[in-house]
């Protein structure tokens, strides 16, 4: 019996795929939950395991763009009895040595074998053809090999080269441009600028900011770390605070909560929360489901298991699913101040950025306090402005208040 290898759904609003890699080639005899396939979207790296065991069959290739749902193998699970039937009805053959076959080395390329454009850039750069690795059809060179090539490979040596004549710099003359490096932008790359692009297409998306005084947070989180870390197993952040902010926030102003679908305006009566994590492939936003459900330890807890399976390539297409509302916090590298982009479908995202002590009138007096800039994109479509305010102004009195976090006020 032969079953349909298809393409998984992989995410709300994804309705297609790129083919990263096939594990196994067609062909070959697979297990079943043996991954046989990646899938590369603008989310995440998805892998794809065999249902059966059998002869895995490929119908669509590595780097093809496959819909949601779209056939691309079959397995025949009756491939593993017909391979045990057949080697059971051969007579058995006395064990014979066979002859060494003679090793054969592939011949590396020259440039009566390369394309013109190979042969140009190589040409151009100077480059051994012998000595570049070629990933084409049968290891033929390409010319994104070449370009790749140039970036690590000295170029040889002319007649020029053997005595230099030194020239003095002219200020007036034009500027000697450096060398040039052009690398194919990844599948996942690829995704994730299609989807931005039609973020900020399909929605009337507009940014307000407003700050946060950390400094209540900052001393309760001094005062308790330890004893956290040490009940807990995982350090007291931030992240903890602003995602029961925000909850309150979304309880408060419900519309920051739900979406636009065609002409109905869809609402959430639930609280799942996405966090932005940085990964090696990109951009991901795991989703912290019932997080109105959480402690403050328990968010923190979510985050750092998201944030382990985002670098272990671990995120599922579950994980991605289901956010109504997204926080990003770019202030992890450094970033004081900035715009986040929608995360669609979903109508507005929080943006957290770098804590600095600036100087700020408390009561009449000039204090040093610990200040955050917060930021809210949201689609105009959906949230006015004074909705958009009125939300931020929730979160920045549950931060600076961290108690009335805990009794939820």
């Known amino acids: 019996m032969k079953i349909d290898v298809k393409v998984p759904a992989v995410g709300e609003s994804i309705t297609e795929a790129i083919i990263g890699s096939w594990s196994k080639k067609s062909g070959e005899f697979v297990k079943m939950n043996e991954v046989i396939m990646s899938l590369e979207t603008d989310k995440a790296s998805v892998e794809v395991s065999a249902e059966k065991d059998g002869l895995l069959t490929i119908a669509a290739q590595a780097g093809e763009t496959v819909k949601i749902g779209a056939t691309v193998g079959t397995i025949d699970t009756d491939g593993k009895a017909a391979a045990t039937t057949a080697q059971a009805a051969a007579p058995s053959q006395p064990t014979v040595a066979a002859p060494a076959p003679a090793t ?40 994104e090999d070449a370009l790749n090539a140039s970036a690590t490979q000295s170029p040889q040596k002319t007649t020029a080269d053997v005595a230099p004549t030194y020239v003095t710099p002219s200020v007036s003359g034009p500027s000697k441009q450096g060398d040039i490096k052009r690398v194919p932008m990844t599948n996942i790359r690829k995704k994730i600028a299609e989807r931005l692009v039609q973020a900020q297409h399909n929605a009337a998306s507009l940014t307000t900011f407003n700050e946060v005084d950390m400094t209540k947070v900052i001393e309760l989180r001094t005062k308790y770390k330890d004893k956290f870390k040490e009940k807990y197993g995982v350090n007291l952040g931030f992240n903890g605070f602003f995602v029961k902010a925000a909850i309150e926030a979304l309880k408060a102003i419900p519309g920051v909560n739900a979406w636009v679908d065609g002409t109905e305006i869809e609402y959430h009566n639930y609280f799942n929360i996405g966090i932005a994590v940085s990964t090696e492939r990109g951009l991901m936003v795991p989703v912290m489901k019932d997080a109105d459900s959480l402690s403050v330890a328990g968010v923190e807890l979510a985050i750092r298991d998201l944030a382990l399976k985002g670098r272990d390539g671990k995120i599922t297409p579950n994980d991605l699913m289901g956010g109504t509302f997204s926080i990003t916090n770019g202030g992890v590298f450094g970033s004081l101040l900035s715009t986040p982009i929608l995360n669609a479908p979903q109508s ?19 204090e040093v306090r610990s200040m955050m800039y917060v930021a809210l994109t949201y689609d105009h479509r959906m949230i006015d402005g004074k909705e958009a305010v009125s939300f931020l102004v929730k979160i920045k009195e549950g931060v600076e208040d961290p108690e009335r976090l805990l009794i939820e006020v």
């Open 104 to 143: 054969s080395t592939p011949s590396a390329p020259s440039n009566a074998t390369l394309s013109p454009a190979v042969q140009r850039v190589a040409a151009e750069k100077g480059l051994d053809a012998s000595s570049i690795q070629g990933t084409g059809p049968r290891d033929r060179v390409t010319k």
């Open 348 to 366: 507005a995202i929080l943006g957290l950025h770098k804590i600095e002590e600036r100087a700020v009138v408390i009561n009449g007096k000039i």
